[in-house]
């Protein structure tokens, strides 16, 4: 039996029911940030916690174009609070298209109990 284009391992499945929630916890931690002073500095601690979960979402793109667009963020170079937002907002945008075009809305998911 062929693959089919849209068929994801459980490792993908995994992979993205890990990243998920937490960066969308990271997206509201960041933005609250900003808002206070867009132009704050992330330390390096928060750059790396933050890569910790960039880098398994961005494996699960490492196929598609749009992997062309997704960076992790650059620790040698801190960003600002609001780049940083512009960065996490791209991985939110490619996981709400992953989890449309891979996952039934059909499926039973714990996360969007709330």
Avoid: C, H
Avoid at 38 to 58: H, R, T, Y
Avoid at 71 to 84: A, G, M, N
């Amino acid at each position: 039996m062929e693959k089919q284009e849209n068929t994801i391992s459980k490792k993908e499945l995994d992979i993205f029911y890990m990243v998920e929630p937490l960066l969308s916890s990271v997206l509201i931690e960041i933005k609250s940030f900003a808002n206070k002073k867009q132009d704050g500095i992330l330390s390096l601690a928060k750059v790396n916690m933050i890569n910790k979960i960039l880098i398994p979402a961005k494996e699960l793109f490492k196929d598609q174009p749009v992997n062309d667009f997704l960076e992790i963020l650059d620790k040698d170079s801190l960003p600002s609070y609001s780049d940083t937002v512009i960065v996490i907002v791209q991985y939110e945008a490619a996981l709400r298209r992953f989890r449309s075009q891979n996952i039934p809305s059909t499926s039973f998911d714990l996360t969007s109990w709330d």
